[in-house]
T-cell receptor
Framework: AQKVTQAQTEISVVEKEDVTLDCVYE???????LFWYKQPPSGELVFLIR??????QNEISGRYSWNFQKSTSSFNFTITASQVVDSAVYFC????????????FGTGTRLLVSP | DTGVSQDPRHKITKRGQNVTFRCDPI?????LYWYRQTLGQGPEFLTY????????KSRLLSNRFSAERPKGSFSTLEIQRTEQGDSAMYLC??????????????FGPGTRLTVL
């Protein structure tokens, strides 16, 4: 069975601090996909990134960066120079490559960025 | 370019009442998913449609829940005899199966159900 663990329930930082959100996953599949979604107070899930299991290259997009390590089954997300607008709940998710590709989500990490 | 829409956005009902939610996927998306998100948790898969066929149902979907997707377009999710434990955000997502390795799911804004 697939499982995603986000051990950090809530993180509070002051604006301009860097913050890393942890994600650990479990799967028996050799081909799978990992995701990060942002859920602001409005409730809509906003897609941030997708990585496949064969691509361990780290990715940077503006202030966001992702570190994928298959050896530790982790897919961590770092926000550099955090801003108040980054305040939201962030979800890590996992999908297999077969069938209908349902998403399995972690419990989320609430990030509070104060001015 | 419209995204996934859901109606209503909020629903308050009394225990024992029936409720129905609607999801309009992105036009031409043949895959449609329903997820449920309770407070403090991540979304959990409920059911999946390929066109009009309901091909997968989670064990979370009790016999009080029924979902349809007539003609493979919009979908409805009905909950009969609602219970307080049904209070949650119900999220709909759609994707287009293109035969590639992965088909992105696009989420709607959700319907927040409160059962009193």
């Amino acid at each position: 069975a697939q499982k995603v663990t986000q051990a950090q329930t809530e993180i509070s930082v002051v604006e301009k601090e860097d913050v890393t959100l942890d994600c650990v996953y479990e799967t028996r599949d050799t081909t799978y996909y990992l995701f990060w979604y942002k859920q602001p107070p409005s409730g809509e899930l906003v897609f941030l990134i997708r990585r496949n299991s064969f691509d361990e290259q780290n990715e940077i997009s503006g202030r966001y960066s992702w570190n994928f390590q298959k050896s530790t089954s982790s897919f961590n997300f770092t926000i550099t120079a955090s801003q108040v607008v980054d305040s939201a709940v962030y979800f890590c998710a996992l999908s297999d490559n077969t069938g209908f590709q349902k998403l399995v989500f972690g419990t989320g990490t609430r990030l509070l960025v104060s001015p | 370019d419209t995204g996934v829409s859901q109606d209503p956005r909020h629903k308050i009902t009394k225990r024992g009442q029936n409720v129905t939610f609607r999801c309009d996927p992105i036009s031409e998306h043949n895959r449609l998913y329903w997820y449920r998100q309770t407070l403090g948790q991540g979304p959990e898969f409920l059911t999946y449609f390929q066109n009009e066929a309901q091909l997968e149902k989670s064990r979370l979907l009790s016999n009080r829940f029924s979902a349809e997707r007539p003609k493979g377009s919009f979908s409805t999710l009905e909950i009969q005899r609602t219970e307080q434990g049904d209070s949650a955000m119900y999220l709909c997502a759609s994707s287009l199966e293109r035969g590639g390795p992965y088909n992105e799911q696009f989420f709607g804004p959700g319907t927040r159900l409160t059962v009193l």
